[in-house]
């Protein structure tokens, strides 16, 4: 299955707190070559639903390697505890941590907790966590990012798209 993206609508706006401005994408949509032709749908939609098709999954949280938000889908059923960035803020970090251990490059942490799990999972410049009941299927989880591998490159494009022109700004 290939891909692309078309950014459909983006704004610039300025920062009350910083000055600065920042480009804010409104939305993307990608387009998946696959047997049965194109299809256009927003990114938001395919990882919508992905998210509907995986029994446990509460949320599907994209972010670059800052941890700034590129996309977010949660289910109805989905507590507003588990919608917190504090679980998808110190990835980065305890990635980089981890890595330190001297068996390579970390590229995924699992946490446990009471009520629900994260999975995160470093792929460059784009990360992706998903979060899941506690009872979920780990495993489905974990697997999951091969699902999203057709709109990896576009994301990573779309990352660094943004980065350059926040640069300019």
Do not use: W
């Not at 919608?83 to 251990?101: E, G, N, T, V």
């Amino acid at each position: 299955m290939n891909s692309n993206f078309t950014l459909m609508q983006k704004r610039t706006v300025q920062n009350p707190f910083t000055s600065q401005y920042e480009l804010n994408v409104v939305k993307i949509s990608c387009h998946l070559q696959g047997q049965s032709g194109v299809r256009t749908m927003s990114i938001r939609k395919y990882v919508y639903n992905l998210l509907e098709s995986t029994p446990g999954l509460l949320a599907i949280v994209i972010t670059d390697k800052d941890g700034v938000l590129i996309v977010k889908v949660c289910s109805k059923d989905n507590p507003e505890l588990s919608q917190r960035s504090s679980y998808i803020a110190p990835f980065a970090s305890a990635s980089d941590q981890a890595s330190k251990l001297g068996l390579g490059r970390n590229n995924t942490i699992v946490c446990l907790y009471d009520k629900f799990q994260v999975v995160s999972m470093n792929k460059g410049s784009v990360h992706m966590h998903f979060v899941g009941a506690a009872d979920g299927n780990t495993g489905d989880f974990l697997t999951l990012d091969s699902q999203l591998d057709p709109i990896l490159p576009n994301l990573e494009e779309l990352v660094n798209v943004v980065r350059i022109q926040g640069d300019v700004l």
